[in-house]
């Protein structure tokens, strides 16, 4: 169904090309070309090298991107007359949104609530909606929509303990800006401070490191994910004469794992780290869930951390990313009068910001309160682990995190099921994130066609389920050996 | 009128915040603080340090955001069965939307096209669009619009000369970000590169510099704001040994000012050098406009630069920020090999991104076509012509680049004034950029307004008009000495 879906789609686009030559090549036998496929044949081509890296980037480009997308063709003279170029466009839009349908209904591998209605606020789409710089000091552009930004920055300053007088932040573009900002913090209060990050923290923080010139030390991590604070101890005191910078993972991106805020913090004030170091905690997306978590570990201002950053388009649920960064007002003072261009009007990474953003978040956290987000989690928790339960049951091995709604398994050996249901896949595993938008019926549907496939794909005998102990850990491994 | 639509606002906000005390602080007169009143309390809390700057924020803070905010309320238990959230939220929002109307009715001071109408891809906003990573390789998460992605950034390679094979881009969330992935990528093809850019760029170039801990040297400008090459000449000489990465301005943010990029190349091969130097061009605005004025130097791969970047929500119109980065795809080709952070897979700046965007460029350009954009270009300029010229004859200094559509003039001395036109000002000038939104009819109401209040102003012969020749030259200036 999505191949046909988007094999409609290709054959408009290459129609839009106005090239038959275009619609006349073998086309890809669905929207998407296989992204394993590319991801393989790009870091391949990335490690043999420029010139190899151009042969092969093209076949990429040439063959599945550049082929099968949507051309800006030049109107025809008479097109206000004839209508056609509206009519094809219309077209275009609908079969467009037809596959998102589709694609939404099969999408399980991302942290994102893909359940939201925001019908009422469409009647704001006709403006171009712009909080360009500072959410607490206006600009002289007036089409801005900053009190509802801090009204939402209230209320996650509020979440996390910190008072209205005390905190900085603003409504970001995703969860990378968030880690991005956190980490330029940390550097801004301690120019020469290591930045410390667990091996499974997001990409951004490596990004970050690179970006800002910063030396980055990755510490290793237990089996569950979380940072390990024996190797954190060790890397620490081997730069004991430089500050700390730490992004400490609140739930990690493949297995869901919430770092130990308490035992990191810990290990700095005995490793004689007191008052030299700084805390980024990046809670893409288990930020939001964890204060909803009976007797889970909190995350907040009390502690000394010194920046907390989170998705809105993840828990929440937003049409676009975007995320919330909540800082110390300290330290974007500390960093208005000494840094020339973060004047405090130009404290934020990005420019002008998208002023929609808040006014999404505003809606959803007004309707739903902490006490709708609390039932939300709880449903999440508890569908995770239904999810799991039934994928043991199956003998597919699994894991899930106390802390976290993300789970892991045995990666399904067919790359085309891994695509239909949007699985986010590293090595010999593969996760579903349960959203509030993933209910039982959904969790059904893929298990019973995971376990049909299965049987498929291993019944001749002879290859076999792949061991995930290494990944895992043996008590969750069931594969020929550990089951 | 401003006003009163404010208050009304900013009494929702108070009652929402269920807060009879907020409700009984003073109002301020607008819905928004004055922007300057606060901008100059926050720098000059900036320049006196931490302590002081603490307790003038707390004003800026208590009294003017977070009071007029609006804030978000824990929802009653019962509101599922009265409807009254949802009642307060919709008025609010009928409200914020009149507030905008009024807002986007008179506006003036940034070059936002206000005038779009994207109700055909309001079906759209049900969907969690989402475009994360390069957008020549597809993540598995399927609801994208790479399609579309693609096909506006081959439109934008095909209008500055770059072949399909041959670029790399991608759709930015800001003019910022395209520039911060300028100087990026200039920065890993020239580790040891110092940065030349003319004082009146964009501030996220100088941010640039210090997120990247770049040498930076700003290089003095022209009257027009058009960078001097004769100072630019100087200061690459003190420095031979390190090679040069040069940000050049296609409309710098102030007085619309193009660089002469054919002086910069000329001066920096005529300096020793050659194959030495990285430029990224700044086209916010007027990148996308320059390629449809008549006679005007040619911003074209064709020429030795390396990356172009320009905002979608300027010149074309979108509801949020946006923007296009166009690159050579063998600077992003050496990246992936030589940075291991920049995987083919991740070569953006963010990491999520917005995938609405590409779609709101896609059906603009589909619609207005190059014919369409050639069309408003001639028409921006024409009134831009027709505001300088009134302003002239009304005896207002005033000054139009001849590549430009930013009209530059004296500052008008009412501050109200200032923010109902959502006027940019620096110093003793301020401007309008002519925007295919602005036609004669609006520039006419302000004109008239302006003359008006001005004639008021001024009327007890005791205070003057500024002199702006220092700012835009003798020949601009109509003050009392240079009349």
Same mark, same amino acid.
């Given at each position: 169904m999505v191949g046909s879906v988007g094999n409609g789609l290709a054959d408009l686009g290459a129609s839009m090309n106005g090239n038959g030559k275009a619609a006349a090549e073998p086309l890809p036998m669905e929207m998407d070309p296989p992204a394993d496929v590319m991801a393989a044949a790009a870091a391949a081509a990335a490690a043999e090298?420029?010139?190899?890296?151009?042969?092969?980037?093209?076949?990429?480009?040439?063959?599945? $991107? &550049?082929?099968s997308c949507f051309a800006v063709k030049e109107p025809d003279a008479d097109d206000e007359e004839?209508?056609?170029?509206?009519?094809?466009?219309?077209? $275009?839009?609908a079969l467009y949104r037809r596959s998102l349908v589709e694609r939404t209904k099969h999408h399980l591998g991302y942290p994102y609530n893909l359940d939201f209605d925001y019908g009422a606020l469409g009647q704001l789409q006709h403006f171009s909606i712009n909080n360009l710089g500072d959410p607490f000091i206006e600009s002289n552009?007036?089409? &801005?929509?900053?009190?509802?930004? $801090?009204?939402?920055?209230?209320?996650?300053?509020?979440?996390?303990?910190?008072?209205?007088?005390?905190?900085?932040?603003?409504?970001?573009?995703?969860?990378?800006?968030?880690?991005? &900002?956190?980490?330029?913090?940390?550097?801004?209060?301690?120019p020469d401070g290591i930045l410390y990050a667990s091996r499974e923290s997001h990409y951004s923080v490596f990004k970050a490191a690179r970006m800002y010139r910063m030396d980055c030390v990755k510490v290793d991590?237990?089996?569950?994910?979380?940072?390990?604070?024996?190797?954190?101890?060790?890397?620490?005191?081997?730069?004991?004469d430089k500050p700390a910078i730490i992004n400490v993972n609140i739930g990690t991106t493949v297995k869901g794992a919430v770092d130990d805020l308490d035992l990191v913090?810990?290990?700095?004030?005995?490793?004689?780290?007191?008052?030299?170091?700084?805390? &980024?905690?990046?809670?893409?997306?288990?930020?939001?869930?964890?204060?909803?978590?009976?007797?889970?570990?909190?995350?907040?201002?009390?502690?000394?951390?010194?920046?907390?950053? $989170?998705?809105?388009?993840?828990?929440?649920g937003c049409p676009m990313p975007c995320g919330v960064q909540i800082t110390r007002l300290k330290h974007i003072n500390a960093l208005s009068s000494n840094v020339e261009y973060l004047a405090s009007r130009d404290a934020t990474i990005m420019g002008s910001r998208n002023g929609h953003a808040p006014i999404f978040l505003w809606y959803t956290l007004n309707r739903k309160g902490y006490r709708g987000f609390q039932k939300e989690v709880q449903k999440c928790l508890r569908n995770a682990h239904y999810l799991k339960d039934c994928l043991k049951e199956a003998g597919i091995g699994a894991m899930l995190n106390e802390l976290s709604s993300t789970v892991v398994f045995e990666r399904p050996k067919d790359e085309e099921f891994v695509r239909r249901w949007q699985l986010a896949c590293e090595g010999n595993i593969a996760h579903v994130v349960v959203m509030p938008s993933v209910n039982i019926d959904k969790l059904d549907y893929f298990l019973n066609e995971l376990v049909e496939k299965r049987a498929t794909w291993y019944k001749d005998g002879i290859s076999k389920p792949p061991c995930i102990a290494r990944d895992l850990g043996v008590e969750n491994c069931l594969c020929g050996l550990h089951k």
């Open positions: 090298g420029e010139a190899a890296s151009n042969g092969r980037r093209e076949i990429v480009m040439g063959r599945n $991107v &550049h082929t004839t209508g056609e170029r509206e009519a094809t466009m219309a077209s $275009v839009l552009y007036g089409v &801005h929509s900053r009190q509802f930004e $801090v009204g939402v920055l209230d209320w996650f300053a509020r979440l996390w303990d910190l008072e209205k007088d005390e905190y900085w932040g603003y409504i970001t573009n995703c969860g990378t800006e968030g880690n991005l &900002h956190g980490i330029l913090v940390g550097r801004e209060v301690f991590t237990l089996m569950s994910g979380e940072i390990d604070c024996a190797d954190f101890q060790r890397k620490i005191l081997q730069n004991r913090i810990k290990t700095l004030e005995e490793s004689g780290f007191k008052d030299r170091f700084y805390i &980024h905690c990046d809670g893409a997306l288990f930020g939001l869930m964890i204060p909803f978590v009976k007797k889970a570990p909190k995350v907040t201002f009390k502690k000394p951390i010194g920046s907390v950053s $989170v998705s809105g388009h993840k828990f929440v």
